[in-house]
């Protein structure tokens, strides 16, 4: 199994704007409802007096139960851009007056502690924070509250004098302005985990964390293998949603090895994103459901579809996955629709190897860390366009590459 393979996975999705400022509509209670005490103040459509909650109320083409945030206010609905000056959500993704700003990288180095790397939209390095020494950031998030958290990778490529790793096994940590750093939750492999040997080479000492959002109501996702887990800020960890990840397994038939998470920021609906082409969602209302079933007809040397690698979401617009071949080179962005992966673009890249994904939902567009020998390199997928650019690429060659990458709003 190449490194790339064990390397990459993930992506990483909108940053968090303040969300606090959400404007929300309490829609009157059934007693309330039902006493039409105040049909004067009734702004549905219809002719009875009740306040209907299913209704339009404000015309917009969107109820509340179509996701319209305000339903007395045409200038919000999902359907609508985000107006950065008018102090509303206009798009109803939970964020107030965000527009796109950029990118979060996490960089590792061979040699020496780690940064996390802040890009602009045109891609100038607007801040690197050097991470205290031993922290190995492979997802990275954007905290809304300030600073970033981030997955820490025990089995990085790291200076071979290092003797004493700060934390053995995967962690989600957060890391302030300064780079300190706190490990907010340690996810040790299960026995199971630990003793997997059914021939996916290479996999079986990775992270078991692999994947990373940010949560609206606040805290993050992390995914396991085969769970989905929410993280509080004060580390508690809550089991959401669990599947049979391991193939070798004959007793629990294989659903999914999940690799990466994205949510869609209107729907919150989750995507979790899984190795050949493995796909299932997990919203709060309707649980976890198995979408897509990768085919291991001939175990996971099946290659009749590129290896999943990396996942993101549009807002309102649904999950894309990142594949690819690495023995091709060959890489796509597909577009999860009909309940299979429809291919949005493709191209072959044989010198660098992507690694994450991130989205850019005010533009459509996608952005991937690749990485070749030790050159860093973002590019820029633009679907609309059918192009694929470098975004960002480094001029020397200095042992770092990009793992991670997050859109800043
Ligand atoms: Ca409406
Ligand atoms: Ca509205
Ligand atoms: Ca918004
Ligand atoms: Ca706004």
């Avoid at 909650?53 to 404000?58: F, L, N």
């Avoid at 796509?332 to 429809?342: C, R």
């Avoid at 010198?351 to 533009?363: K, M, T, Y």
């Amino acid at each position: 199994m190449p490194l790339a393979i064990s390397s990459s996975v993930s992506a990483l999705l909108l940053a968090l704007g303040g969300c606090a400022q959400q404007p929300t509509f309490v829609p009157p209670s059934e007693e309330e409802a039902d006493a039409d005490v105040d049909a004067d103040a009734d702004t549905d459509t219809d002719t009875d007096t009740d306040t209907d909650t299913d209704a339009d109320r404000d015309g917009d083409g969107f109820t509340e139960a179509e996701g319209d945030c305000d339903d007395d206010d045409i200038a919000v609905n999902p359907a609508r851009d985000e107006d950065p000056d008018d102090g509303k959500d206009n798009d109803c993704d939970g964020r107030v007056d965000e527009l796109w700003a950029g990118l979060t990288l996490a960089r590792q180095y061979v040699w020496g502690p780690s940064d996390i790397v802040v890009m602009d939209t045109v891609s100038r390095i607007t801040g690197t924070v050097t991470l205290d020494d031993g922290y190995a950031p492979t997802f990275v998030e954007p905290d809304p509250d300030g600073g970033w958290v981030f997955i820490h990778d025990p089995t990085p490529v790291t200076d071979p004098d290092y003797e004493e790793p700060l934390a053995e096994t995967a962690a989600l940590v957060a890391a302030d302005e300064t780079g300190a750093c706190t490990v907010l939750a340690e996810f040790t492999p299960d026995e199971t985990e630990d003793a997997y040997a059914s021939g996916l080479e290479g996999l079986e000492d990775r992270p078991v964390v692999r994947g990373l959002v940010a949560w609206p109501d606040g805290g993050w996702l992390v995914a396991r293998r085969g769970e989905l887990d929410r993280v509080d800020p004060d580390g508690t960890v809550t089991a959401l949603a669990s599947w049979a990840w391991d193939w070798s397994d004959e007793e629990q038939p294989f659903e999914l090895y999940a690799v990466d998470l994205a949510i869609d920021m209107q729907t919150r609906e989750v995507g979790i994103f899984g190795f050949l082409g493995g796909f299932a969602t997990w919203s709060e209302d309707g649980g976890f459901s198995l979408r897509r079933q990768a085919d291991l007809s001939d175990d996971w040397k099946n290659w009749d579809w590129m290896l999943g690698t990396a996942g993101a979401a549009l807002d309102g617009g649904g999950f894309y996955a990142l594949m690819t071949d690495y023995q091709t080179g060959d890489v796509a962005l597909y577009h999860f629709e009909d309940e299979d992966w429809q291919e949005v673009q493709a191209w072959t890249e044989s010198l660098l190897q992507p690694e994450q994904l991130a989205s850019n939902s005010d533009d459509g567009d996608f952005y991937v860390t690749a990485n070749g020998g030790w050159y860093e390199t973002v590019w820029l997928v633009r679907p609309d366009r059918g192009t694929v650019d470098d975004f960002y690429r480094s001029d020397a060659d200095e042992g770092r590459f990009f793992r991670g990458v997050a859109s800043n709003y």
